[in-house]
Structure formats: structure tokens, C-alpha cells
């Protein structure tokens, strides 16, 4: 009952839906990281994973440059969200 109440939003496409159906990243040091419960945090559904808006989005927040956030996305292992 209580996990119907945690609803999230996509940082990309705004989208609403349960916390357990989004990735929740963060950038640490400039690097893409899952949230180890330590500082900010920002949620991602799995349709916006590839989009050019989260690209644009992670290099303002990694402070990294396009191209090195699409090598961190290749690299990074989404398969670990629910």
C-alpha cells in the first residue's frame, strides 16, 4: 500500500509513475553512479535512458562533455533498475 504512494518524476520527460519503475542515478566526482544514499539524486525512466535530452542533461550535471556522456551511458549497467 505504501509503495503506490512513492511516485517520482523522469527528470527528462516529466513523466509520473512509481519510484521501484525508475532508475534513480546520481553524479559523483563527474561520474555516473547509481544512488548510494549519500547527496542529490535525480530519477530516469527506462524510455528516456538513450534520449539526446538526458544526454544534455548529464553533461550539465556531470560537467562532462556530450561525447564522454554517451560512452558513460554505453558502459553503464542499467540492467541493475528494476
Known amino acids: 500500500m505504501e509503495n503506490e504512494k512513492l511516485i517520482r518524476m523522469c527528470v527528462v520527460c516529466r ?6 519503475l525508475l532508475n534513480r542515478l546520481q553524479c559523483i566526482e563527474n561520474q555516473l553512479k547509481t544512488f548510494s544514499g549519500e547527496g542529490r ?3 530516469v525512466c527506462s524510455e528516456c535512458i538513450n534520449s539526446k535530452k538526458f544526454i544534455n542533461f548529464l553533461s550539465k550535471k556531470c560537467n562532462k562533455s556530450k561525447e564522454e556522456i554517451k560512452k558513460l551511458i554505453i558502459r553503464f549497467p542499467f540492467s541493475i533498475s528494476h
Open 41 to 43: 539524486s535525480f530519477y
Open 15 to 20: 513523466k509520473r509513475d512509481k519510484q521501484y
